[in-house]
C-alpha cells in the first residue's frame, strides 16, 4: 500500500508543478485548444500527464485490493477491502446542481447509462428538471430532482436539510450551476442582496458545499469527491482569459463590502457593475475555493476536491442573456476558429470522468481535456491560484454566508 501511495502522489506533485513558471499565454492555448501556435513545453505536459495516469492505472490492475491509493495515503485506519465490497453493493449518489440543462443534464444524463449511479438534480425549476430528465431519456429510478435555488441561502439551507432528512448517502457534489449576464446595464440581487453571478455561481455554492461536507464525511464511498465547474475565461494565462473583460479579483473590497453597492460595490474588486466580468469573477473564486478545500479538509477527510474547464460548450443556456447575433456566430466561432468546442454530450463525459473515474482522483487540481480528448491537469492562472487570496475569498465568504 505504501508503495502504491508513494508511487502515485510524488506524480500528481511532479505534473503540477512542471508547469509552473514555464507557461505563459501562447504556451497554454495551445496546450488546451490545439491552436497553431508551436509549443514544445506544454505539448510536452500534455502527453506526460496521460502517461502518468495510465501507468499509475496499470500499477493498480496489479495490485489487486489496493485501488485508491490517496484514500489509502489520507485515511489509513479504514479498512479498504471492505469499503470497496460496499461500494458494489449500492450505487453511488451524486448531486449535481443546475441538471436541469446544459452541462449539468448531459453529465447527470452520462452517469445514469453507467448504471452506478443516483443522480439527485439540485434545481431552481423542478418541473423543467423532470421534464429535462425525462426527454434526456435518464431513467427514472437513476434520479431524483431536489429544489435548489442557489441565488437565496435559505434556499440552500433547506436543500441541504431536505437532503440529509432523505437519508441517501452523499459521495460525490457537483457544483455547476452558473448564471451569465453579460449585456445586463444594472447589477441584479440575489434575496440576500448579494450580485446575482458571484452570489449565484459562488456565494451559494460556497455554503452549499461547507454544509455538506458533514454529510459527504459519513459517506462509506470509497472515492469521495467535491468538484466546481470553472473556466477558461477566468484564467488571465489564456487567449480566452485575456478577452476584456478580465477577471479580477483586486483587493477584495468589494466582497468584503457584501457586493450589494449600499457598502461599496456589486463588483469583487470595488469596481463599476459588468456582468461579463462578474461571471469570469465568480469563476475565479470557484477554482480558489475548491484549493482552499483541498488545503483545508483532503488530510482530513480523503475527499478529492478539484475544478475543471469542460471545454467550450457554446449551445447551452449559459448564454441565453447574450444578443441573438452573439449566440448564432458563437458556436461556429469556437467550431471552426479557436476549434474549442465540444458538444454538451462530450462535456458531459468530460464531467462525469471527473465524477467517477478512478484515475482522476487527485486533489487541488484543474482539469481540462486536449485536442484528442484526453483529460490533464492544468495549470491555473497566477490569480486564480493564488494561496493567500484564496484563504482571505473564503474568509469574508464564511461571513457573508453566516458560518463565522
Ligand atoms: P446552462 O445555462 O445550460 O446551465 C446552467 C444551469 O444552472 C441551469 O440548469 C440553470 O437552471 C442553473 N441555475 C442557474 N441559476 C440557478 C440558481 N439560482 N439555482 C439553481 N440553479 C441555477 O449553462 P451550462 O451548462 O453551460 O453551464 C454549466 C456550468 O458550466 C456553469 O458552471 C458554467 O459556468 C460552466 N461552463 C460553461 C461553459 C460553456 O461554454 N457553456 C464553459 C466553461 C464553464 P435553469 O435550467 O432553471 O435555468
Ligand atoms: Mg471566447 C482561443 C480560444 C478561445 C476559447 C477556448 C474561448 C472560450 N474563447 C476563445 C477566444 C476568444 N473569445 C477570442 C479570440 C475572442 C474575441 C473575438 C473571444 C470572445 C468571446 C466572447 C465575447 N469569448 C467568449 C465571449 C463570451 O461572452 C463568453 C464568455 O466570456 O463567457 C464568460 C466567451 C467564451 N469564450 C470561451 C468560453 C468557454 C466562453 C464562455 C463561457 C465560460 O467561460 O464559461
Known amino acids: 500500500l505504501q508503495l502504491q501511495a508513494a508511487l502515485s502522489v510524488p506524480c500528481v506533485i511532479s505534473i503540477h508543478k512542471d508547469g509552473i513558471g514555464k507557461s505563459n499565454v501562447s504556451l497554454k492555448e495551445t496546450a488546451v485548444f490545439g491552436v497553431s501556435f508551436s509549443d514544445p513545453l506544454n ?20 495490485l489487486v485490493g489496493t485501488v485508491r491509493a490517496q484514500t489509502v495515503t489520507t485515511t489509513p485506519t479504514i479498512d479498504q477491502a471492505a469499503l470497496e465490497a460496499k461500494k458494489t453493493l449500492r450505487k453511488g449518489n ?7 440543462s446544459g452541462l449539468g443534464l448531459a453529465t447527470a444524463k452520462a452517469l445514469a447509462e453507467t448504471g452506478k449511479w443516483h443522480i ?9 428538471a423532470e421534464r429535462a430528465a425525462k426527454s434526456a431519456g435518464i431513467a427514472k429510478e437513476s434520479y431524483t430532482v431536489m429544489h435548489l435555488d442557489l441565488a437565496s441561502l435559505d434556499s440552500v439551507r433547506q436543500f441541504s436539510e431536505n437532503f440529509r432528512r432523505s437519508g441517501r448517502p452523499l459521495d460525490v457534489l457537483v457544483c455547476n450551476a452558473a448564471v451569465y449576464l453579460p449585456t445586463a446595464k444594472e447589477p441584479s440581487f440575489t434575496a440576500e442582496g448579494f450580485e446575482l453571478s458571484v452570489g449565484t455561481n459562488h456565494l451559494g ?41 478580465k477577471a479580477n479579483l483586486g483587493d477584495l473590497r468589494g466582497l ?23 461571471y469570469k469573477d465568480s469563476k475565479v473564486c470557484n477554482m480558489l475555493t475548491m484549493q482552499e478545500f483541498h488545503r483545508r479538509y483532503h488530510e482530513e477527510t480523503g475527499i478529492t476536491f478539484a475544478s475543471l474547464y469542460p471545454g467550450c460548450i457554446a449551445t447551452t443556456g449559459l448564454f441565453r442573456e447574450h444578443i441573438p447575433l452573439f449566440r448564432l456566430l458563437f458556436p461556429p466561432f469556437q467550431k471552426y476558429i479557436t476549434k474549442g468546442y465540444v458538444s454538451e454530450e462530450e462535456a458531459g463525459k468530460r ?14 487540481v484543474y482539469w481540462s481535456w486536449n485536442k484528442n480528448s484526453a483529460s490533464f491537469q492544468n495549470q491555473l492562472s497566477k490569480e486564480a491560484s493564488d494561496a493567500e487570496k484564496a484563504r482571505k475569498v473564503w474568509e469574508i465568504s464564511e461571513k457573508l454566508v453566516g458560518l463565522a
Open 43 to 62: 505539448l510536452k505536459a500534455e502527453i506526460k500527464s496521460p502517461l502518468i495516469r495510465r501507468q499509475e492505472v496499470g500499477k493498480r490492475k496489479l
Open 94 to 100: 451524486v448531486i449535481i446542481t443546475g441538471a436541469s
Open 120 to 128: 439527485i438534480m439540485a434545481c431552481r425549476n423542478f418541473l423543467k
Open 205 to 245: 455554492h460556497f455554503l452549499l458545499s461547507r454544509l455538506l461536507l458533514d454529510d459527504m464525511k459519513q459517506s462509506d464511498y470509497t472515492s469521495k469527491r467535491v468538484i466546481i465547474v470553472g473556466s477558461i475565461t477566468g484564467n488571465t494565462n489564456t487567449l480566452a482569459g485575456n478577452v476584456p473583460p
Open 256 to 278: 468584503a463590502g457584501g457586493l450589494n453597492r449600499l457598502n461599496s460595490s456589486p463588483m469583487i474588486d470595488g469596481g463599476d457593475f459588468d456582468g461579463a466580468k462578474a
Open 351 to 364: 464531467l462525469a470522468q471527473v465524477v467517477g473515474d478512478p484515475s482522476l482522483t487527485n486533489s487541488g
